[in-house]
Structure formats: C-alpha cells, structure tokens
C-alpha cells in the first residue's frame, strides 16, 4: 500500500482565497482524522471520522474550516476565508479502529500539506 | 484540565549515546499512551503503544515505559545513531471522550 496520500504538498495562497487539502487514507481504513501543526501549538487534531461519519469536530477552529468525507477512500479540508494565522502543516492520518473511540488503532500519518497564507 | 508536558524541549547527544525522554501528564481517565518519532518534513510514526496494565514495551532500541500511579512515561533510547535525529512525541488518549492529548514533543539532535 502507497500510505496515506495527500495533496497537494505545499500550498501558498493570499489571504482570503479558499483553500483545499485533500487526503486518501490507506485502504481497509475506518478512520481518518485531521491534524494542524505549527512550533507554537505543536500538533492539534482538528476533526475526526470513524465510517465516513464525523465524530468529533471539537477541535476545527472556527466556521472557516469545513471537512468532508464523502467515501471511505477520500476527504477534504476546506478553509474559506484563509487567513495568515491558517499557515502551518496539516496532516491526515488513518487508522484501522476497534470502536469510535479516538485512542484505539495505530494512526498512520501522511506526508502533510505545508499551507502558507500570505 | 488535560495536559501532556515532555521534558526536555531539546536535546543534542552524541552518537552512540543513551538517553531518556519524559512525559508527565494529567490525563484521565486514562485510555493509552503512545510515543510518536517524526522525521523533519515528515508525518509523525507511531513507535509504541501502552495501555494502563504495561509498565514497559520496546521496538528495537526504543523502549517506552508508563508508571500510570505517577502519570508519568519515559522513552529510552539506546546507543543512539544519527537517524535518531528527530522530534518525539507523546500523545496520551482518555479524559472526555477518550480524547486525544498532545505533548508539544521533545526535539533530539545526535550528533557524530
């Protein structure tokens, strides 16, 4: 298996533009999640999926951030407005899961997408 | 509230060298502790796993131990080699929903 896939790797966009990451998680997967990391924050999880089905989206930052996983082999992070503060690493991982429960199931992670917002 | 703090922020060592990496954390209920090696410009790689009832699990010269009674864990690292060059990082799950909790991660330099 390829891993997880994401694209585009590196972004740079203006403010204000509408950005979109995208992500295949590895195959047989039942969860996917959604990750930020900047040095000042470290890494955050922004929105979890288990089945296609958003579990938790505690952590998405504001209505500016939406995300969507329409099947089991993709999924989208959107930011619309982007805004400087947005840039940072975003990652996706995936992971087989016994239950919905966040802690269970080895997470694998993607390459990121660096997003710069100028 | 939950908090996972890893200590030291930075570490540079020789080659060939040991050394330790903590995690303390305030996590609870308590679900499972992982540590995370990640590679700069790279995804984080899960390097083990621990539940409550292990006190210690290894992957070839890591090896992770938890004291669930002090909330405390600590990474070792034997006769380190210069792709151990990385940031690790601990992740603890439980609290609310079995949530996920970050350390902001401990940043290794092995030099030769």
């Known amino acids: 298996d390829a891993g997880v896939i994401q694209s585009p790797r590196h972004e740079v966009t203006e403010m204000g533009q509408e950005v979109t990451l995208r992500c295949k998680p590895i195959s047989g997967h039942n969860s996917l999640f959604w990750y930020r990391q900047t040095m000042m924050r470290g890494l955050e999880l922004l929105i979890y999926f288990n089945n296609n089905v958003p579990i938790d989206d505690s952590g998405m930052p504001e209505d500016r951030f939406s995300a969507k996983m329409p099947n089991a082999s993709f999924s989208t992070l959107k930011i619309q407005p982007s805004e400087p503060r947005d840039s940072a690493v975003y990652f996706c991982?995936?992971?087989?899961?016994?239950?919905?429960?966040?802690?269970?199931?080895?997470?694998?992670f993607g390459p990121g997408t660096r997003l710069t917002v100028l | 509230k939950n908090q996972v703090e890893q200590s030291p922020q930075s570490l540079i060592i020789l080659e060939g060298k040991n050394c330790t990496l903590q995690?303390?954390?305030?996590?609870?209920?308590?679900?499972?502790l992982r540590w995370y090696k990640q590679d700069t410009g790279r995804g984080p790689v899960s390097l083990t796993i621990m539940t409550f009832s292990e006190n210690t699990k290894s992957n070839g010269r890591y090896t992770a131990t938890l004291d669930a009674d002090t909330k405390q864990s600590s990474l070792h690292i034997t006769a380190s080699q210069l792709s151990d060059s990385a940031s690790y990082i601990c992740?603890?799950?439980?609290?609310?929903?079995?949530?996920?909790?970050f350390g902001k991660g401990t940043s290794l330099l092995v030099t030769p």
């Open positions: 995690c303390n954390y305030t996590v609870s209920p308590f679900s499972n």
């Open positions: 992740v603890v799950s439980g609290g609310s929903g079995y949530a996920l909790n």
């Open positions: 991982a995936s992971s087989l899961a016994q239950g919905t429960g966040l802690g269970s199931g080895t997470q694998y």
